[in-house]
């Protein structure tokens, strides 16, 4: 099964935005690309998933490369209420709906 | 709130025992997923369901077992529990296999 490789943690100034990369060097064509976060004393949450072209919502957008070996997360401004651990997740066993959490990137915000 | 409930909220017991926690999902959901996040292995998939049927599994120990029943809520059955076994539960529901899941609140289990 694919993996991924995120940062163990990043940093943000509040109102600024941030970027949250991913490496997925051994995604399959099929294979969606999920982000999910959780804030602290929290179940996760989902953020937003792709295929091949970037892809917005109200809380993120998605951008992944070309090959689809890398993708980034973007907060387009960064509130206190953002701190979290980011995971980037592939899909495990062929299902699309199994997603195999690895450590995520814990993201701090400062004031 | 993301519509999904889990029963109990925490739940302390003794090493041999067994305990049975308890999933509903939103509705209209037909897809369960129960996960494990202790301090050492973080978030690990254990079971997934559709419609009443076992989709895949991960990491679920022999232990462990899991049902989805006819009105499709789940239930995580772990029996011998050992200290190890001490962690937070969560069961997450979407609608089909692709789409978003929605987390519940989660089960603290402790061992003792």
């Known amino acids: 099964d694919a993996k991924t490789t995120q940062p163990n943690s990043m940093e943000s100034n509040e109102e600024e935005p941030v970027h949250l990369p991913c490496n997925h060097s051994t995604i399959s064509g099929t294979d969606y690309i999920h982000w999910y976060r959780q804030l602290p004393s929290q179940g996760p949450e989902y953020v937003i998933h792709g295929l091949t072209s970037n892809v917005n919502n109200r809380m993120a957008s998605l951008a992944i490369a070309e090959d689809r070996k890398s993708s980034t997360l973007i907060l387009h401004r960064a509130t206190l209420r953002d701190a979290a651990v980011y995971y980037c997740i592939l899909p495990y066993g062929g299902s699309q709906g199994n997603l195999i959490f690895g450590k995520g990137t814990k993201l701090s915000v400062k004031p | 709130d993301s519509g999904v409930t889990q029963t109990p909220k925490h739940l302390i017991t003794a090493t041999g025992q067994r305990v049975t926690l308890r999933c509903s999902p939103r509705s209209g959901d037909l897809s369960v997923y129960w996960y494990q996040q202790s301090l050492d292995q973080g978030l690990q998939f254990l079971i997934h369901y559709y419609n009443g049927e076992e989709r895949a599994k991960g990491n679920i120990l022999e232990r462990f077992s899991a049902q989805q029943f006819p009105d499709l809520h789940s239930e995580l059955n772990l029996s011998s529990l050992e200290l190890g076994d001490s962690a937070l539960y969560f069961c997450?529901?979407?609608?089909?296999?692709?789409?978003?899941?929605?987390f519940g609140p989660g089960t603290r289990l402790t061992v003792l």
């Open positions: 997450a529901s979407s609608v089909d296999y692709a789409d978003e899941q929605f």
